[in-house]
């Protein structure tokens, strides 16, 4: 059976996201960031398919408050913009 698309891409950020170079010295930073932006696409997924209409439900099947939304909408576009620099950044 294949893998959910979010967890797909949770997996590939746990193996071979890096937003932070390696001669730094944060190895272990790295890899912890890396885990949280993991866990931030499962979590985001996760909302989506409890929250969202897609796959025939209907709307209004418990909605999350403002303040929620704001963080999920925030969370989501700071991981976007990280994404989409490192990914301008290795294919020029």
Do not use: Y
């Amino acid at each position: 059976m294949p893998k959910p698309h979010a967890q797909a891409w949770s997996e590939r950020a746990a193996r071979g996201f890096d937003p932070f170079p390696q001669s730094s010295g944060v190895v272990e930073a790295n890899k912890t960031v890396s885990m949280a932006l993991a866990t931030l696409i499962n979590g985001l997924a996760e909302l989506r398919n409890l929250h969202g209409t897609g796959h025939g439900k209907a709307a209004g099947g418990g909605e999350i408050g403002a303040r929620q939304a704001r963080l999920v909408v925030g969370a989501a576009s700071t991981l976007c913009v990280c994404l989409s620099d490192t990914h301008a950044e290795i294919m020029p």
